[in-house]
């Protein structure tokens, strides 16, 4: 049977004929560091288990954004309050881009954007209602 997929299909650069799997409990491609299980829990009642290496006390963060509804978790139970101080305002993508360009800059983009879909033949004016 002819399969259509590349014979080098989950294999890493360097590897030689015969030599073991890396995820096989008998290679020996370093040791691991000691890692820890750090629980964190939002104002909402969402638990966060995060794995971080075993460092000390104080350079584990106290807070982290949960995952689940991106309000403020932290590592003991309860504490936790729906309110962000004002330098941690959720940002979403769109608003880490305002912050790197002006409109003007932002129409700029657009219009070579544009100007390539068009070039390439994968946007005609009649999809933008341009007629």
Request: proline letters at 5%; charged letters at 30%.
């Amino acid at each position: 049977m002819v399969h259509g997929t590349s014979g080098f299909r989950g294999t890493r650069a360097g590897v030689t004929a015969g030599s073991a799997p890396r995820n096989q409990p008998d290679s020996v491609g370093g040791e691991s560091l000691p890692r820890i299980r750090v629980p964190y829990w939002c104002a909402k009642g969402h638990e966060t288990r995060l794995v971080f290496v075993k460092l000390p006390e104080d350079q584990i963060p106290i807070r982290w954004d949960c995952p689940k509804c991106g309000l403020v978790a932290v590592r003991e139970q309860g504490e936790a309050t729906t309110e962000r101080a004002d330098e941690e305002v959720f940002k979403s993508h769109l608003d880490y881009v305002k912050e790197r360009r002006s409109s003007q800059e932002a129409e700029i983009v657009l219009a070579g954007a544009l100007k390539r879909l068009r070039a390439r033949g994968v946007l005609t004016d009649e999809l933008l209602g341009d007629t």
